[in-house]
């Protein structure tokens, strides 16, 4: 089946620290692969994605790379910023004739000033 | 703004009532979601429309009653609830066709 699986936070750390949240998948197929992010208060918003393997993702100084081989999407920053406090959630997609997407639990970063 | 609105942001509701959530987006996309977020739990699937058929219902408790009228509106009517249905509803939409989801911000459910 299908399933998503990141680490487990609340993840804190000082401005400035570099950033890793774990992301690792199974999946039947070649699905494409997400990471979203929640704000207090929000709904999710599209963070990156990739859809084959190798490809890497990038967005506001985030990037994750598709590696097959691991089954792995790590998300990763090299300075975040007190604005980068949010949930982060891992997702999958199989696309069959609509879009189902599996998600991670959320890992929940909290950057301190 | 994501495109994808959805009303009302809070409700707070008892266990006899019968309320109704909204979802409305314009963004052109032919499928539509609804979500529960929970404490602590992955987000879960609830119903999907594609083409305003539901293609989905993840053994969801009849107290909740999809409704899709066309593809820019989703409704989740709700129920004699249980307590343990507070949570956030998120509705999404999307292409058929192409990845990624367009997310609302989300009803934050509170059943007393």
């Known amino acids: 089946g299908n399933s998503v699986t990141q680490m487990e936070g609340p993840v804190t750390l000082s401005e400035e620290a570099f950033l890793t949240i774990n992301c690792t998948y199974t999946?039947?197929?070649?699905?494409?692969l997400f990471w979203y992010v929640q704000y207090p208060g929000e709904g999710l918003q599209l963070l990156l994605k990739?859809?084959?393997?190798?490809d890497k993702g990038s967005n506001k100084g985030f990037e994750a790379t598709y590696r097959k081989e691991t089954t792995s999407f790590h998300l990763e920053k090299g300075s975040v910023q007190v604005s980068d406090s949010a949930v982060y959630f891992c997702a999958l997609s199989t696309k069959n004739n609509f879009n189902k997407f599996y998600f991670g639990s959320g890992t929940k970063l909290n950057v301190k000033p | 703004e994501t495109g994808v609105t959805q009303t009302p942001r809070h409700l707070v509701m008892g266990m006899t009532n019968k309320k109704s959530l909204k979802c409305e987006q314009h963004?052109?996309?032919?499928?539509m979601y609804w979500y529960k977020q929970s404490a602590k739990k992955p987000l879960e699937l609830m119903f999907v429309y594609s083409l305003e058929e539901r293609v989905e219902n993840n053994s969801v408790p009849s107290r909740f009653s999809p409704e899709c009228p066309n593809s820019s509106h989703l409704f989740l009517h709700l129920h004699t609830l249980q307590p343990e249905d507070s949570a956030l509803y998120l509705c999404?939409?999307?292409?058929?066709?192409?990845?990624?989801?367009?997310f609302g911000s989300g009803t934050r459910l509170t059943v007393v």
């Open positions: 999404a939409s999307s292409h058929r066709d192409s990845y990624g989801y367009t």
């Open positions: 999946a039947t197929g070649y699905p494409s």
């Open positions: 990739a859809t084959k393997a190798d």
């Open positions: 963004l052109g996309h032919n499928a």
